[in-house]
Nanobody, 124 residues
């Protein structure tokens, strides 16, 4: 398991931007596939974005593609989520996750690798 700590959430207006960070502990971060999920009130947690261990491949949910950018700095054991053109429907608690796996229904989180999450609230 990889201890994860998210930060950078906040309350913004529609169209504004936020940058989330996820700091990981341990010496194996650079070899792990990392991702972001989010959970809105009353809804199931959903996949947002993924980045492979080199940072050379990324994958996004259709709802955020073109607005969000995932990146990583392996020297700092940190993965980022740059969120632009935020919308009220982006309001959720955002979680990062390590070692996502592909399934027939899409990218699946590693259930043993959640941080505490960071709240993002977008008002209209």
């Amino acid at each position: 398991q990889v201890p994860l700590v998210e930060s950078g959430g906040g309350a913004v207006q529609t169209g504004e931007s936020l940058r989330l960070s996820c700091a990981a502990s341990g010496r194996t971060f650079s070899s792990r596939r990392m991702g972001w999920f989010r959970q809105a009130p009353g809804k199931e947690r959903e996949f947002v974005a993924l980045i492979n261990w080199t940072g050379g491949n990324t994958y996004y949910a259709a709802s955020v593609k073109g607005r969000f950018t995932i990146s990583r700095d392996n020297a700092k054991n940190t993965v980022y989520l740059e969120m632009n053109s935020l919308k009220p429907e982006d309001t959720a608690v955002y979680y990062c996750n390590a070692d996502l796996e592909w399934s027939p229904t899409g990218w699946r989180a590693n259930p043993g690798s959640w941080g505490q999450g960071t709240q993002v609230t977008v008002s209209s």
